[in-house]
């Protein structure tokens, strides 16, 4: 009787059939389930992110008080700056009064000499034209300088003040109260409220 010719063929395809199904059955067992998000460890990396109430109040203090710091910094500087301005302009008027003082202070002569001239001139009876035209000089002369800030001191008939008057001579008259000036000998003058020149008078003293 003859045998199948397949018979021995089949057992050795049989046998690693059920060797590969053992083999994934292993490997279904030995395979671990995935991990869920939002497990047990997800819950506590959430909760380590999040600050404790008591360390969020520090924290939030100590930006605060450092804001505050940085504010009170910030008004110190400006305060300081707007000072400094203040100063560097005062610093300039200063310099520009002092310059052009120094320049009014040599012109004063000039001013007395043209006055004593117009005196003369008047005394002498010169032509009244020429008299004219030098008056109308002086007066140029005179407004240009008082717009820049000269002033005259007012003398005769004044009160006597030490800190604008020169007193250089003494009188008694009775047409004057005590300490009244009776004259002028020299004219004075103020630059900008400052006494350049005090005016040299004549004052009335009573015995």
Known sequence: ???PENSEDSKPAQGKASQDDSFAEKA???QEPPEELGGEEGAAESSESVLPEDLQKKTLKSLSEQIEDLKRQNLRLLADYENLKKRAAKEFLQASTV???RVVKKLLPVLDSF???L?????AKAEKKFIDGMELLFMQISDALEREGLKAISAKGVKFDPNLHEALMKGNSDEFDDEIIMSELEKG????DRVIRPAKVQINQKQ
């Open 1 to 3: 009787m003859n045998r």
């Open 28 to 30: 279904s067992e030995n």
């Open 99 to 101: 310059g052009a003082e």
């Open 115 to 117: 006055e004593s001239a």
């Open 119 to 123: 005196r003369h001139l008047s005394d």
């Open 189 to 192: 003058y103020t630059f900008k």
